[in-house]
């Protein structure tokens, strides 16, 4: 099978649902299909790169920022990708296109449906979808009709979580959105370099400061300062038990001014460090030294931090947000901010829960969140969609 992606972020550029473009993509190859990706360029990046069975066309169009980007730099990847990916399929003649986020790569698949008959899915990324973001209201306002048509034309809707799909529906639930779950794969443990001479995997459980830690991009909606106050007291509680906690906080973004300074406020700059942005290849040396991961988001589809954390065999604690329901299932806790005090306690204190959970959270990766499984899922909906 051909298949075109198209999607304005792909590794390194972009966070959870560049990732899961590039995981995927792979699958696929490794299956045998043609897969084509059409991207947005950043410097240092090849504007064509071929990999097996996947080539990269790199589009040279707006974007300042790794980790972010504004609606005109989608704007302007549109409007040279509609074109441009015209002419690849003239040439190549693909089987499918897969959209990652609607907004902005939506009216690709459907330019390329109308000209070309080209089936289309769309995948959903969260903040493509009208009242995940509140800073996009007002222009998701003004789009609401032309959305609704991407998304009525579209061959296939996946939403990564339930919850996801519950937000997809509060604003159009006249067509089936089809659940599709993110992935990880899983990390052998016995491999591992760990970095700390404290950290093996025998005694990982019994370590006396236990490492709290947290990937994602620093933005007020991840939640982190609701998070940080109750930190002083989780390690006064801790003396009791001759134990001590760090927080190790990886990402960056327009929130981290604001974080440090109630790291500040709160006189718990011993107990917290800033690392800053990681990429794919530094972030092992983080997951593998965790304990417990927080996760205290506000709305999520279906993190991929998270699942990258259970990956390494980390119990992990996080909001009610989109997702949850399906990631924690005996590897963690669902709790609101103001229980990550009790639940944080609760697994300090007791060792052998802290790793049965963690055990846990690696066969769930394994069973059910590999990015094999959610290929194979994708693969099948694309094969039923091209022979209808």
Same mark, same amino acid.
């Given at each position: 099978?051909?298949?075109?992606? &198209?999607?304005?972020?792909?590794?390194?550029?972009?966070?959870?649902?560049?990732?899961?473009?590039? $995981?995927?993509?792979?699958?696929?190859?490794?299956?045998?299909?043609?897969?084509?990706?059409?991207?947005?360029?950043?410097?240092?990046?090849?504007?064509?790169?071929?990999?097996?069975?996947?080539?990269?066309?790199?589009?040279?169009?707006?974007?300042?920022?790794?980790?972010?980007?504004?609606?005109?730099?989608?704007?302007?990847?549109?409007?040279?990708?509609?074109?441009?990916?015209?002419?690849?399929?003239?040439?190549?003649?693909?089987?499918?296109?897969?959209?990652?986020?609607?907004?902005?790569?939506?009216?690709?698949?459907?330019?390329?449906?109308?000209?070309?008959?080209?089936?289309? &899915?769309?995948?959903?990324?969260?903040?493509?979808?009208?009242?995940?973001?509140?800073?996009?209201?007002?222009?998701?306002?003004?789009?609401?009709?032309?959305?609704?048509?991407?998304?009525?034309?579209?061959?296939?809707?996946?939403?990564?979580?339930?919850?996801?799909? /519950?937000?997809?529906?509060?604003?159009?639930? /006249?067509?089936?959105?089809?659940?599709?779950?993110?992935?990880?794969?899983?990390?052998?443990?016995? !491999?591992?370099?760990?970095?700390?001479?404290?950290?093996?995997?025998?005694?990982?459980?019994?370590?006396? %400061?236990?490492?709290?830690?947290? &990937? @994602?991009?620093?933005?007020?909606?991840?939640?982190?300062?609701?998070?940080?106050?109750?930190?002083?007291? %989780? @390690?006064?509680?801790?003396? $009791?038990?001759?134990?001590?906690?760090?927080?190790?906080? &990886?990402?960056?973004?327009?929130?981290?001014?604001?974080?440090?300074?109630?790291?500040?406020?709160?006189?718990?700059?011993?107990?917290?460090?800033?690392?800053?942005?990681?990429?794919?290849? !530094?972030?092992? !040396?983080?997951?593998? !030294?965790?304990?417990?991961?927080?996760?205290?988001?506000? /709305?999520?589809?279906?993190?991929?931090?998270?699942?990258?954390?259970?990956?390494?065999?980390?119990?992990?604690?996080?909001?009610?947000?989109?997702?949850?329901?399906?990631?924690?299932?005996?590897?963690?806790?669902?709790?609101?901010?103001?229980?990550?005090?009790?639940?944080?306690?609760?697994?300090?204190?007791?060792?052998?829960?802290?790793?049965?959970?963690?055990?846990? @959270?690696?066969?769930?990766?394994?069973?059910?969140?590999?990015?094999?499984?959610?290929?194979?899922?994708?693969?099948?909906?694309?094969?039923? %969609?091209?022979?209808?």
């Amino acid at each position: 099978m051909k298949i075109l992606i &198209v999607s304005h972020e792909y590794p390194p550029i972009g966070g959870g649902g560049a990732n899961a473009c590039m $995981n995927l993509a792979k699958e696929y190859s490794k299956e045998g299909n043609q897969v084509t990706i059409v991207t947005v360029w950043f410097e240092g990046e090849k504007e064509l790169e071929h990999k097996e069975n996947i080539t990269i066309y790199r589009i040279k169009a707006k974007r300042k920022h790794l980790e972010h980007c504004v609606f005109p730099e989608m704007l302007d990847y549109l409007v040279k990708a509609i074109p441009f990916t015209a002419r690849l399929q003239k040439e190549n003649a693909f089987d499918i296109c897969q959209v990652f986020f609607g907004i902005p790569s939506g009216p690709i698949g459907l330019y390329l449906k109308r000209k070309y008959s080209l089936p289309y &899915v769309i995948r959903f990324g969260g903040g493509d979808i009208p009242g995940f973001q509140d800073r996009f209201s007002f222009i998701y306002k003004l789009l609401a009709p032309f959305i609704i048509s991407l998304w009525k034309n579209a061959d296939a809707l996946v939403a990564n979580s339930q919850g996801l799909k /519950k937000l997809a529906e509060n604003f159009y639930d /006249k067509k089936e959105i089809l659940i599709i779950p993110n992935g990880a794969n899983a990390v052998d443990l016995s !491999q591992q370099s760990y970095l700390d001479a404290g950290k093996d995997e025998n005694i990982k459980s019994e370590r006396k %400061i236990i490492r709290l830690l947290f &990937v @994602s991009r620093l933005i007020e909606r991840k939640g982190l300062q609701d998070i940080l106050p109750q930190l002083k007291t %989780i @390690s006064d509680k801790l003396l $009791n038990e001759e134990k001590s906690i760090t927080l190790d906080i &990886v990402g960056d973004g327009p929130y981290r001014e604001t974080l440090e300074q109630i790291v500040k406020e709160q006189g718990i700059s011993d107990l917290v460090t800033f690392h800053g942005q990681k990429n794919k290849q !530094q972030l092992p !040396q983080y997951y593998s !030294q965790g304990d417990i991961f927080l996760f205290p988001s506000r /709305k999520e589809g279906m993190p991929n931090a998270v699942l990258e954390a259970m990956s390494y065999g980390i119990p992990i604690i996080m909001t009610p947000c989109q997702g949850s329901d399906e990631l924690i299932d005996g590897n963690g806790y669902v709790s609101q901010t103001s229980d990550f005090e009790k639940s944080i306690l609760q697994l300090c204190t007791n060792d052998k829960l802290r790793e049965d959970m963690g055990k846990k @959270s690696l066969e769930l990766v394994k069973n059910k969140f590999s990015w094999g499984n959610t290929a194979k899922m994708y693969l099948e909906m694309f094969d039923k %969609i091209v022979k209808e």
